[in-house]
């Protein structure tokens, strides 16, 4: 199975100031068609998740567009231009390259 | 807009087998740009594949509980389902059903899930 590790697991933010997420694979996730089957996903408090990235850089539908989604390979970063009230929670990411899909253990993002 | 609605017991006893079905309204199983997901998350931890189903029926499933779970769907109705043998206490999770895409790999989980405790 692909080992999925992210860091850090804890992140206190000041509302306006950047954050940045990082995710590691245990083995490349880059498909020979030239994608990254890596996603990232926010579970606010009480919710589902939503899906924010998917193959590693394109954000989905309806996403504001301070989260950013870059890497390659088996190094992945999430990064929040501007933190709001609003995008506290758990973001995870999961490698859909190959089953069984696995997902990191989870960055509790909260303000300070 | 596609919605999907878990259901199920709320409450299942040690070593039986827990039956969830995923309701698809808004949009057909049959759809061939998407594939079906369950996905579990125990209360206050994280995430957890547990398998997948194409509409002709082709599964996957995660090799740790490979022996213990079942999906299946049924087109006529627009559901999916799953069964999980052999429960113990650490089987207890929210339940969750995802649409997922065939060509770009993302699950949307377009419902709330299902609590499920295992207790006697």
């Known amino acids: 199975d692909i080992v999925m590790t992210q860091s850090p697991l804890s992140l206190p933010v000041t509302p306006g100031e950047p954050a940045s997420i990082s995710c590691r694979s245990s083995q490349s996730l880059l498909h020979s068609n030239g994608f990254n089957y890596l996603n990232w996903y926010l579970q606010k408090p009480g919710q589902s998740p939503q899906l924010l990235i998917y193959l590693a850089s394109t954000r989905a539908s309806g996403v504001p567009d301070r989260f950013s989604g870059s890497g390659s390979g088996t190094d992945f970063t999430l990064k929040i231009s501007r933190v709001e009230a609003e995008d506290v929670g758990v973001y995870y990411c999961i490698q859909v390259l190959q089953t069984p899909f696995t997902f990191g253990p989870g960055t509790t993002v909260d303000i300070k | 807009q596609v919605q999907l609605q878990e259901s199920g017991p709320g409450l299942v006893t040690p070593s039986q087998t827990l039956s969830l079905t995923c309701t698809v309204s808004?949009?057909?199983?049959?759809?061939?740009?998407?594939?079906w997901s369950w996905i579990r998350q125990p209360a206050g931890k994280g995430l957890e594949w547990i398998g997948r189903i194409y509409p002709n029926g082709s599964t996957d499933y995660n090799p740790s509980l490979k022996s213990r779970v079942s999906i299946s769907i049924d087109t006529s109705t627009n559901h999916f389902s799953l069964r999980l043998s052999s429960l113990t206490a650490a089987d207890t999770a929210v339940y969750y059903c995802a649409r997922c895409s065939n060509s770009w790999g993302y699950f949307e989980f377009r419902g709330q899930g299902t609590l499920v405790t295992v207790s006697s």
């Open positions: 808004g949009g057909s199983i049959s759809s061939s740009y998407y594939y």
